[in-house]
């Protein structure tokens, strides 16, 4: 699987303040004391039971944090209004950020009206985005321009938090082509013709095109620019055992600049990515960075069934027949410490956080 969380998980559990250096996964679950498991396989509370938190490895199906529910919108990126810089600090409230930065930086430029850049500079490790609802099936469209840089891939997926999948994703040496690809809780599913190439694009450096995500539950397609370059049903994703290994549960949208062509990567990922990256590429020496832009994302909500009036959230139920878990809506907060008095107090000290933190940078730039 080539994605920007195979690079992510040092550097968040350096920072994790209410981490427990003990990893987790479906047969070794969390404790009751750190009782979330992070999308990268660790213990702990607070923000580790928000976006990511798997909880068929938690301490109970229930230790996550319920995952908000999908709302129809188109973003766009006229300023960062809109983007919590840092997802450490987030607090589940899906109505106050519709983004936030899991790492690296960003910022916006007005050259047509404002998008979203996102940088990758040979220290940060790349950018990565999610968004703070999740959907549960659904058509997603991302206006975007790419990378051109070899080793440096731009992705656009939907990513589950049991890792249900699917991606475009474009290393940066091939800017005629985009490649689809999707997975089943972090398995290729067998049988598939798992990775697609569409080719023929104009260059995707120079040019937005519209990439879409269209997840429902009978099939998935892929399109670009309106126009449809794969289809997967998934009747045929159905097992010899009868197991549908097929995306079924709630995904988080994140978009993504990150550096495949570095050492320490496996050949394979560096080859597929276009090779070492040139950090003396004159596009990188002149800018200081490299990015990718994003125009607009548009998000239109596919749930199986309607949501009631005081629907909020998805929260995974008990019933694992066919190894896919349940899904159900629930009117449950999605907030750290909803039901708590103390939430305001909370809520000071992590707005405290931010401004020393952002302090901090002031201070070290002058
Ligand atoms: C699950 O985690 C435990 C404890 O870290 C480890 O011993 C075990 O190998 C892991 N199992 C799988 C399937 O990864
Ligand atoms: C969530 O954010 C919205 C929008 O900023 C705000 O109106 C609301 O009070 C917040 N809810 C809580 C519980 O903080
Ligand atoms: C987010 O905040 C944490 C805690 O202050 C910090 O360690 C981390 O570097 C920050 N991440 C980014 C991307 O700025
Ligand atoms: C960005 O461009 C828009 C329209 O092109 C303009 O209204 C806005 O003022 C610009 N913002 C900045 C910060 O320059
Ligand atoms: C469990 O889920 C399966 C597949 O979605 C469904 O056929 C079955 O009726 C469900 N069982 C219960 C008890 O809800
Ligand atoms: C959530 O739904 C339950 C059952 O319908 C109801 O009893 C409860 O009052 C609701 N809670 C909220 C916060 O709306």
Known sequence: MHSLTVVLPVALTLFARSALATSCNATTPCPSAFPCCSEFGFCGKDDFCLGGCNPLASN??????????????THTFTDNSRILSNATFFNGNA?????????????????????????????????????????????????????????????????????????????????T?????????????????????AKGLSDTFSNYH?????????????????????????????????VSRYPSTPARIQVSLWPAGID?????????????????????????HFYALVKSITVKCADPTAPAADTTSYVYGTNKTAETPSVAFSNQTTLLNGADPTLASGLQFRGAMVVAAALMVVSYVL
């Open 264 to 288: 320490g990567a496996s050949p394979g990922t560096v080859t597929w990515a276009g090779g070492m990256i040139n950090w003396k590429d004159p596009d990188y020496v002149s800018a200081g």
């Open 95 to 175: 109505s106050e950020y519709d983004w936030v930065v899991d790492k690296g930086s960003i910022f916006n430029t007005n050259s047509s009206g404002g998008e979203l850049a996102m940088l990758l500079t040979e220290t940060n490790g790349g950018t990565r985005l999610s968004s703070t609802r999740y959907l549960h099936y659904g058509t997603v469209t991302a206006k975007m321009k790419t990378g051109r840089w070899g080793g440096v891939v731009t992705a656009f997926i939907t990513m589950s938090d049991i890792k249900d999948e699917i991606d475009w994703e474009f290393p940066g040496d091939a800017t």
């Open 177 to 197: 082509e985009a490649q689809s690809n999707y997975f089943w809780q972090g398995y290729i599913p067998t049988g598939s013709n798992n990775g697609q190439t």
């Open 60 to 73: 109970t199906l229930d230790s996550c944090k319920p995952n908000p529910v999908c709302k129809d919108a």
């Open 210 to 242: 519209d990439y879409t995500i269209d997840w429902q539950p009978k099939a998935l397609t892929f399109s670009i620019d309106g126009k449809v370059v794969r289809t997967i049903n998934q009747a045929d994703t159905v097992d010899p055992q009868g």
